[in-house]
């Protein structure tokens, strides 16, 4: 059985020749390789150099390259004006495969959504990763909720985070996979080690976005002098990094910027951690939350999409809302006042909930639900 999944994943080309795209997405594409012989993935090819978080391929999967689309306000104009390319990639692509796999919201889905409609007689369901309940969306980001709610078959499967019972039978509630079976593994080692001790760890994981909310992170630590906080640690890169460089020298606490890294990088974090900070204005279920969870770190995150399915306040983590630096600093001081039994309990709650975001759980409903 051959897949073809559509996406918009960022991929490059590295001096060696090889071909990486961003690390989340390529994993769980190498995953499915389990239940597809073959997978062809069309998606962007991007002229700068790979960053640390872009991965290769395993042996089953093959890319092809669409032209990249969207961004600023002019640059939108370029997905219309690329769409001929892109569709007749698609188009060819998608002859000789069983399935396809479109994962939206993207600016292409304006052109793919139609197109699968109405000029495609392959079975194929859509993977939405966005927030499913915002309200603030863009018009195209609307219009792609509205399509896929009212117009496409009934027949057709689409994923979304977050179970929403109001959402008619099609619409499946689907965890974002991020977890093999040997982290699991390595996982629960931590777990059964982990203690609060008098130096706590706090990360953040994520672009360095106002979207991502890391500007309130920063803010809610200035005012903060306590003896027990050991450090905290940013992963990711943006456009407020300097920015925050700048103003995490206020800070009375050891402040970490690492960049983009790998995952193996990321989890020796997370290993460290006894906090991940995730003060998004809008999500739909970050996949290090999972990760996070499955090393033993407490979430501190916002209430917002899905996430309190998964995280109730002060039973295995603390939900921020509203989402300002205010409320997250009394939220920073609440953790500082966890006991080391409260923390084990919180931890081995979020250790056996992490397991529905495993690939082997992920797999499994693929092939129940969506390719009976």
């Known amino acids: 059985m051959k897949l073809l999944v559509i996406s918009h994943t960022a991929h490059y080309i590295k001096s060696d020749g090889i071909v990486v795209g961003w690390g989340p997405t390529i994993k769980e594409i190498n995953a499915l390789t389990t239940i597809f012989d073959e997978i062809i993935h069309v998606a962007p090819l991007h002229a700068e150099p790979a960053p640390n978080s872009a991965i290769a391929y395993e042996t089953g999967v093959i890319y092809k390259p669409l032209k990249p689309s969207g ?3 002019l640059k939108k104009l370029t997905i219309l004006l690329r769409a001929p390319f892109n569709l007749w990639q698609i188009y060819t692509y998608s002859k000789n495969v069983d399935f396809i796999q479109f994962r939206a919201p993207t ?11 109405f000029c495609n007689r392959k079975q194929y369901w859509i993977k ?3 927030n499913w309940v915002a309200t603030n969306l863009s018009l195209g980001n609307k219009f792609q909720k509205w399509w896929l709610q009212h117009i496409i078959s009934s027949k057709i499967k689409v994923t979304v985070n977050g179970q ?9 509630a ?3 996979p991020c977890l093999s079976e040997q982290e699991r593994i390595e996982g629960l080692k931590v777990i059964e080690k982990k203690q609060l001790g008098n130096n706590y760890q706090y990360c953040f994981v994520g672009s360095l976005t106002e979207n991502k909310g890391i500007q309130y992170l920063v803010k809610a630590f200035l005012s903060l002098d306590h003896t027990t906080i050991g450090g905290m640690h940013i992963v990711g890169d943006g456009q407020l990094k300097e920015q925050l460089e700048l103003e995490a020298k206020q800070l009375k606490i050891p402040v970490h910027f690492y960049g983009y890294l790998t995952k193996d990088e990321i989890i020796k974090i997370y290993i460290k951690c006894h906090f991940i900070m ?4 809008s999500e739909g279920f970050p996949k290090v939350i999972g990760e996070a969870m499955n090393y033993g770190c407490v979430p501190i995150v916002s209430e917002v999409s899905c996430i309190n399915q998964y995280i109730r306040n002060e039973y295995n983590g603390f939900l921020i809302n509203p989402i300002t630096a205010e409320n997250i600093k009394l939220i920073i001081a609440e953790s500082l006042e966890m006991s080391n039994d409260t923390f084990q309990s919180y931890i081995n709650i979020n250790y056996k909930i992490a397991k529905k975001f495993t690939y082997a759980y992920y797999l499994e409903r693929i092939k129940r639900e969506i390719l009976n």
């Open 71 to 73: 961004g600023s306000f």
């Open 107 to 117: 600016g292409m889905g304006l052109y793919v959504l139609p197109y699968l409609k």
């Open 128 to 130: 939405y990763a966005g």
């Open 164 to 172: 929403w019972p109001h959402e008619k039978q099609h619409i499946l």
């Open 174 to 176: 689907f965890e974002n």
């Open 278 to 281: 995730l003060p998004s204005q």
